[in-house]
């Protein structure tokens, strides 16, 4: 078995820390929800918290996969540091926004000392983690990393593996997409079955939207299961899928329907707006909409970079 240098076991050690830490903290926000109030969203956070903390036990399988030079443990540790980055990403942008005396006031907060103060140390926390996640992603993405844990292979393995590789990014995309469709199917009773679809500007109806939202979910997880296993249809169908959701929540969010599209939805889930105000940011439809666009636009530049070198490992034979 290959020996792992120090920087890798360290990564390792801190994945699984953060893993407990994780597990530990959302057990604790699963016991405080079950004081909320019983009326959505508030009814929303119990089942998410116990839901959040059982998903730390991977990044514990994770970490003991790194230990024992799994190569998948790798693959899977760039998938969990993504979620991470990108999860403490969006946390400090909103904890970023309410500390601005513009943003509050226009939601109406009033920020004590105290609760600034708290932000302050909740944007610390994500940064920390943030910093955390993308030196895992630079780190396991680097080739001395990868040697070592092919080292482990036996030979037929490393063999087939030269033969026919996906490049670790889009690897790493085709698990997000898997697990972004096995999270879609986990909301549907809470939310994915009961809001209506938007397509550009038209809102459909319940039962319309329910086909809408199944017929995306198979196509995610077919695409994704399709790019780790080198299907050249899965490529192009990948880069479609997600420049049609590009254009059409870009559209979307432009246009004036929008707003009661969002009411809609609210209505739909039996929300109190007020509790939700929270989403309600000082931004232009323009804004907002470019926003959300950017990282899907990169994500599919950066599926244009690495096209080539995918087709190149679905030409290759596998065995």
């Keep these: 078995m290959a020996r792992l240098t120090f920087p890798v076991r360290a990564a390792a050690l801190s994945i699984l820390l953060a893993s407990v830490f994780h597990i530990f903290f959302w057990a604790i926000m699963a016991v405080a929800a079950s004081e909320l109030p019983d009326f959505y969203p508030y009814t929303l956070f119990l089942p998410l918290a116990c839901v959040f903390s059982t998903l730390g036990l991977f990044g514990i399988f994770v970490g003991v996969g790194l230990f024992r030079v799994r190569n998948w443990a790798r693959l899977a540790a760039l998938v969990l ?30 920020l004590a000392a105290e609760s600034r103060r708290y932000l302050i140390g909740l944007d610390l926390l994500y940064l920390f983690i943030f910093c955390l996640a993308l030196w895992w992603i630079y780190l396991f993405s680097r080739r001395f990393v990868a040697a070592q844990f092919a ?3 036996s030979p037929a393995s490393r063999l087939t593996q030269k033969k026919a ?40 109806s319940p039962a319309a939207s329910k086909w809408i939202w199944t017929v995306n979910i198979v196509l995610f997880l077919a695409c994704g299961v399709g790019l780790l296993r080198l299907q ?31 009411g809609l939805c609210f209505a739909a889930l039996q929300a109190d707006q007020s509790a939700t105000y929270f989403i309600h940011f000082a931004l232009s439809s323009f804004a907002s909409a470019f926003a959300t666009a950017i990282p899907t636009a990169l994500l599919i530049a950066g599926l244009f970079y690495y096209r080539s070198a995918f087709l190149k490992a679905a030409d290759e034979p596998t065995s």
Excluded at 83 to 109: K, P, W
Excluded at 232 to 258: E, N
């Design 81 to 110: 540091a993504a979620l991470a980055a990108a999860f403490c990403a969006f946390g400090i942008l909103v904890a970023s926004l309410i500390l601005l005396e513009s943003t509050a006031a226009t939601l109406g907060i009033e």
């Design 165 to 204: 590789s996906c490049p670790p990014p889009i690897a790493l995309l085709a698990w997000l997409m898997i697990g972004s469709a096995a999270l879609c199917a986990a909301s549907w009773p809470l939310i994915l079955g009961k809001i209506p679809a938007m397509l550009f500007t038209r809102i459909y």
């Design 151 to 153: 080292e482990s292979q």
């Design 232 to 262: 050249r249809w899965s490529y192009t169908g990948t880069i479609a899928l997600h420049v049609f959701w590009l254009v059409s929540l870009f559209v979307s969010q432009v246009s004036p329907a929008y707003p009661r599209y969002l």
